[in-house]
Antibody, heavy 117, light 113 residues
Framework: QVQLVESGGDVVQPGMSLRLSCEVFGFTFSSYAMYWVRQTPGKGLECVAVISDDTTNKIYADSVKGRFTISRDNSKNMVYLQMSSLRVEDTALYYC??????????WGQGTVVTVSS | DIVMTQSPESLAVSLGERATINCKSSQNILYSSNNKNYLAWFQQKPGQPPKLLIYWASNRESGVPDRFSGSGSGTDFTLTISSLQAEDVAVYYCQQYFSFPYSFGQGTKLEIK
C-alpha cells in the first residue's frame, strides 16, 4: 500500500527557514516525479515545486522561485522542500504528492507551516 | 500560467438528484498529438487530502463509483454526479496538468439540499 508521510511543519517568523520532509512507502519511488502542493483557505490548492525521478529537472511556481528548493534522496525514498525567506503568505498545509499514471494519484496527509510574527 | 475557473462556488442538490459542476481553463488543454485533455477532477472531504476521481477529462480512477462522470474538451469541462449520495458531500476541484505549474480551480462545495 502506497503511503506518503510529511513532516517538518512548524510555526516560524517571517524571514526564517524551514525544511519539510516526505517519506514514501510501498512505491517504486525512484521511478516517478514528486511534487509539493500547498493549500490555504484563501488561495486554494497550489502546486509549488516538482522534481523529476532522477533529480535532473526541478520546476517551481513563481510564488516560491528563488526561495524554495526541492530535492530528493532515492536511496531513502525521501523528498524534501527547503523553504527560506518565508513570508506570511507561505502559511499553508503542505502536501507531497506523486503522479504514477497521469496526475496526483497519491497524496500525504500534509504538514502545517505557519509563518507569523 | 493556466487559470482554472469553476462554477458554481457552491451547490445544494437533493439526494438521488443530479449534480453538475463546470470548469473552464484559460487556455486549450487538449494536446493535439495524442488527442487527450489534460484535465482531472478531485474530491476533498474535511481533514483529508484531495482524492483523484477523473483523469484525461473522462476516465474514472479505479474504485470510483460510476455515478461520477467527466466530459468536455479544449477549455470547457463538466463533472456530473448522476445520483447524489450522502457520502458525496465534499469540495470538488478541477485541475490541469497540461503545463507546469499545474493549477486547480477554486473549488465547488457540494451539499445536500
Amino acid at each position: 500500500q502506497v503511503q506518503l508521510v510529511e513532516s517538518g511543519g512548524d510555526v516560524v517568523q517571517p524571514g526564517m527557514s524551514l525544511r519539510l520532509s516526505c517519506e514514501v512507502f510501498g512505491f517504486t519511488f525512484s521511478s516517478y516525479a514528486m511534487y509539493w502542493v500547498r493549500q490555504t483557505p484563501g488561495k486554494g490548492l497550489e502546486c509549488v515545486a516538482v522534481i523529476s525521478d532522477d533529480t535532473t529537472n526541478k520546476i517551481y511556481a513563481d510564488s516560491v522561485k528563488g526561495r524554495f528548493t526541492i530535492s530528493r534522496d532515492n536511496s531513502k525514498n525521501m523528498v524534501y522542500l527547503q523553504m527560506s525567506s518565508l513570508r506570511v503568505e507561505d502559511t499553508a498545509l503542505y502536501y507531497c504528492a506523486t503522479a504514477s499514471m497521469t496526475t496526483f494519484d497519491y497524496w500525504g496527509q500534509g504538514t502545517v507551516v505557519t509563518v507569523s510574527s | 500560467d493556466i487559470v482554472m475557473t469553476q462554477s458554481p462556488e457552491s451547490l445544494a442538490v437533493s439526494l438521488g438528484e443530479r449534480a453538475t459542476i463546470n470548469c473552464k481553463s484559460s487556455q486549450n488543454i487538449l494536446y493535439s498529438s495524442n488527442n487527450k485533455n489534460y484535465l482531472a477532477w478531485f474530491q476533498q472531504k474535511p481533514g483529508q487530502p484531495p482524492k483523484l476521481l477523473i483523469y484525461w477529462a473522462s476516465n474514472r480512477e479505479s474504485g470510483v463509483p460510476d455515478r461520477f462522470s467527466g466530459s468536455g474538451s479544449g477549455t470547457d469541462f463538466t463533472l456530473t454526479i448522476s445520483s447524489l449520495q450522502a457520502e458525496d458531500v465534499a469540495v470538488y476541484y478541477c485541475q490541469q496538468y497540461f503545463s507546469f505549474p499545474y493549477s486547480f480551480g477554486q473549488g465547488t462545495k457540494l451539499e445536500i439540499k
